[in-house]
């Protein structure tokens, strides 16, 4: 390969990627932003005041025998929700049934109302409105929060605060506002190229684009070498 071959390929090699590398140094200028404007993942931690186990007045048993038999328990928890303890039984993915610890009574309305509680709780007492239910991952709950399904809940603040509630967890499993999605959405256009929507291209746009990076350098490295300067009386 010829000097000025070598030359003009790393020159176009330069063009062709240098949006990469801004917008990867600048995707990582604004990570550093964001470890310190925004708060860490919110801790997992039991809701309610707390368990009135006095209040319970049926066995496990005995309220697992209120749900169809076909649903078969493989775990049950015990909620406060309302002021009264509540049976939350789990039988496979989805909702979990709940039985009232109190008289027996079935009621699928509580995991919405238990939800609003945890929502509550977490932003201090503050008016929550439900506003989605998530089964699956989107651009603002994305698949780093890992747990599904959930719920989303928005306060009338002014700021656009939402919190993503977890039942199964019983906790706050995300929470932003305006200003915090903002930075998350520029840096997941930035660093990884949240903006193609197809997980298939946007790996190959990644690989395209990183690979000429490594090959724009190797041109770089070789092109210090054939055009140093050479010492007098050398061949």
Do not use: C
Request: proline share 6%; no cysteine.
């Amino acid at each position: 390969m010829s000097r000025n071959w070598i030359r003009k390929a790393h020159r176009w090699l330069g063009l062709a990627f240098s949006l990469t590398a801004m917008m990867s140094a600048g995707s990582g200028v604004l990570h550093t932003v964001m470890t310190r404007t925004q708060a860490p993942p919110p801790s997992a931690r039991p809701s309610g005041g707390g368990l009135d186990a006095g209040a319970v007045r049926i066995s496990i048993a005995e309220a697992v025998a209120k749900l169809p038999s076909e649903r078969k328990p493989v775990a049950v928890n015990v909620r406060m929700i309302g002021g009264e303890p509540w049976y939350q039984v789990f039988t496979g993915p989805g909702v979990p049934a709940y039985v009232s610890a109190v008289d027996g009574h079935v009621d699928p309305a509580q995991d919405e109302r238990y939800a609003g509680e945890i929502a509550a709780g977490f932003l201090g007492g503050k008016d929550v409105k439900k506003t989605d239910y998530l089964t699956a991952f989107n651009n603002e709950y994305i698949n780093i929060f890992r747990i599904l399904p959930v719920h989303r809940f928005d306060a009338e603040d002014g700021r656009g605060t939402r919190v993503y509630v977890s039942t199964t967890t019983g906790s706050v499993t995300r929470h932003t506002d305006d200003q915090r999605q903002f930075e998350a959405s520029a840096f997941t256009n930035f660093h990884k190229l949240g903006f193609i929507p197809n997980k298939d291209v946007r790996d190959w746009v990644q690989v395209i684009t990183t690979g000429g990076l490594f090959l724009l350098s190797v041109f770089g490295v070789v092109l210090f070498f054939v055009t140093r300067p050479r010492r007098k009386g050398s061949m």
